[in-house]
RNA sequence: GCUCCGAUAGUGUAGCACGGCCAAUCAUACAGGACUCUCACUCCUGCGACUGGGGUUCGAAUCCCCAUCGGAGCACCA
């Protein structure tokens, strides 16, 4: 005989009657990060671990705000650490550690501690010798094809037999450099059969004799280690309770995990999250972006047009909104691919009431009042925050958008924003006359209202991302210097300098 | 080729560990409307999703299997 949720519930009141209100009790929904996984007492330590091959992204500003934020909330310790162990292939850039030192400030997540990888090459030399000693890695001369093959076959390589001894002699000639680069490479012992050949004795430690960028190491190593050695290494000594990181090195784990075995050690928590695509920005590589400044294809690395937090923060993106934007996106593993737009909606609500008022009139147009009165006119600064007036005297000619009046016919009135009305006496030349400035008339005519700015005001370019608008702005516009404001019916903007006109970086609509 | 992940409205996201509270949350986008001397802000309203197929169960977004799609690893990159 078949039971429906009503008999489900009858025999719940007999068995259990306490359990009714639960089952009718509604669950609260989670916002943003999901709980850590905290022992009772215990203090988190987190980590960042950028490579400093190019500025810091949107991309890398998830591992700063989702890993800083943690550490907030638990308490503990946040610490960036520069994984630069790669002097070749993805050479670290010099000014960009501390261009993610800035970076981290400004997001408000200033590290508690600052790690330099290649700074420790000594500490990763300990460990590794340890472990030839143990027999748990080797050195092997296979190159890299032949080795391939062998793992391929799930088969040992022939060096992978060598007696501690042996490995150690020829650890110490890498270390001396007596072999060529790519003639040796330490790889750690795993399980030759395992059934991901993803885990079969990867490699430790290769040859690289290209000086590092760094002076202070410059030549002074010629075997570097491989990121999941340096890595594994590093969360150890650092004692990171977890670890949240993306997704591509999921495989880290389970490879780290042989080392901590044969050390003794407990692997940290770890979390993932997937790869993360702005809309907007197609796929860009640090490497590509490098070409396109050094072939003035973008003015630099603050260019408007690319998702480096230093061109989002010329332009007055608010470092308030993008923690929000990465905190409410949480650490799914699904690959996400998301519109800059929800990032603007997250800071036009910080913007929209710091931000002064001004008129800016792009491909300006000249428009002749006849029998026009000198005067000046004080617009408000902001519309409902009461922080003053803008002062504007007027002349007998304004400048509107071109866009606003090019339909414009003899006859048609608009009103000018905060201003009068006028009444169309002529196309061509543009030319209007004064018909009072109530309000009510303009409302009872359905003016449309346009803004517009005297004819002796200030040149302003703007750089967008989509291009460059020139136009005339108040000249009162240059007492906004590094603050955001509105340019109303245009959008927010970032004045970055006024000192031979204004230049303002647009921020969004 | 082998291996490992993932899949909820246009875009993100909550719910999934422990199956009934889900006729599925919130945000953003979009559409309509109100307000407004800005195309901004604010406020209402609307729109819109459990990838597909099997199975388990009285009951499946949730558990199991298969398929499809997407991502990743098997580097002397990080």
Known sequence: MKEGPEEWQARLETIAPELIEELNTKKEPDKGLKPLDVKEGESVVMRFAPNPNGPPTLGSTRGIVVNSEYVK????????????????????????????????????????????????????????????????????????????????????????????????????????????????????????????????????????????????????????????????????????????????????????????????????????????????????????????????????????????????????IKPEAIRKFMIDMGVGETDVSLSMDTLYAENRKIIDTIANRYFFVWDPVELEVEDAVCCTVNPSLHPSEDRGVRCIDIGSKLLVCKSDVESAEVGDMLRMKDLYNIEITSVSPLKCKCIGDSMEDAKSNKMRIIHWVPEDGIPVKVLAPQGEFIGIGEKQIVDELDNVVQFERFGFCRIDSVDDGVVAYFTHK
């Not at 993610?100 to 700074?119: F, G, H, Q, R």
């Not at 079969?200 to 075997?223: L, Q």
């Open 73 to 316: 909330r638990y308490g503990g310790k946040f610490i960036i650490r520069f994984d630069d162990t790669d002097p070749q292939t993805k050479r670290p850039m010099l000014e960009a550690y501390d261009w993610y030192l800035e970076d981290c400030e400004w997001l408000d997540a200033k590290p508690d501690e600052v790690v330099i990888a290649s700074d420790n090459m000594e500490v990763y030399y300990d460990y590794a010798r340890q472990l030839l000693e143990m027999g748990h890695a080797y050195v092997c001369f296979c190159e890299g094809g032949d080795f391939k093959k062998f793992k391929d076959a799930k088969e040992p390589c022939p060096h992978r037999d060598h007696a501690p001894e042996v490995n150690l002699e020829h650890w110490d000639k890498m270390l001396a450099g007596e072999y060529e680069e790519k003639a040796a490479v330490v790889r750690i012992k795993t399980d030759i059969e395992h059934k991901d050949p993803a885990m079969r004795d990867f490699g430790a430690f290769r040859i690289v004799k290209t000086a590092h960028p760094r002076p202070e190491v410059d030549d002074k190593y010629v075997v570097w280690p491989l990121l999941d050695f340096e890595g594994a290494i590093e969360d150890h000594v650092l004692g990171m309770t977890h670890i949240i990181r993306g997704k591509d090195l999921m495989d880290s784990e389970k490879r780290q995990g042989y080392i901590y075995n044969y050390l003794g050690w407990e692997y940290p928590k770890t979390t993932h999250w997937g790869r993360v695509k702005m809309h907007e920005f197609g796929k860009f590589s640090t490497s590509g972006l490098r070409q396109s400044i050094e072939d003035g294809e973008y003015s630099g690395w603050d260019d408007p047009r690319l998702p480096t937090l230093r061109a989002l923060r010329r332009r007055g």
